[in-house]
Nanobody
Framework: QVQLVESGGGLVQAGGSLRLSCAASGRTFTNSFKGWFRQAPGKEREFVAFINWSGAFTDYNYSMKGRFTISRDNAKNMVYLQMNDLKPEDTGVYYC???????????????WGQGTQVTVSS
């Protein structure tokens, strides 16, 4: 089991920035890939980014690449998502996930956090 807790969400104006954090605990060696997903009410969960165990390999949703940056600090068991130039369409609940695969598909992740709300005003 992998326990994940997200933090750092909040209300921000369009063009602003936020940094989300994900604290991981438990068995993190097997589920070494970490991903970020987001979901707005009534919409399907959307892939944001993932990162491998070392941080050397990352992948992004094309619409967010360049604005969002995923990183990790294994010594602290932390994963981060730096979000810049935020837009109203970025509004949603952001989830941290852990899994054995480098995947853009949510069902391939084994553990999920509770989510943190990000609201971007126009």
């Amino acid at each position: 089991q992998v326990q994940l807790v997200e933090s750092g969400g909040g209300l921000v104006q369009a063009g602003g920035s936020l940094r989300l954090s994900c604290a991981a605990s438990g068995r993190t060696f097997t589920n070494s890939f970490k991903g970020w997903f987001r979901q707005a009410p009534g919409k399907e969960r959307e892939f944001v980014a993932f990162i491998n165990w070392s941080g050397a390999f990352t992948d992004y949703n094309y619409s967010m690449k360049g604005r969002f940056t995923i990183s990790r600090d294994n010594a602290k068991n932390m994963v981060y998502l730096q979000m810049n130039d935020l837009k109203p369409e970025d509004t949603g609940v952001y989830y941290c996930a852990a899994g054995p695969y480098g995947s853009r598909q949510d069902w391939q992740y084994s553990g999920w956090g509770q989510g943190t709300q990000v609201t971007v005003s126009s």
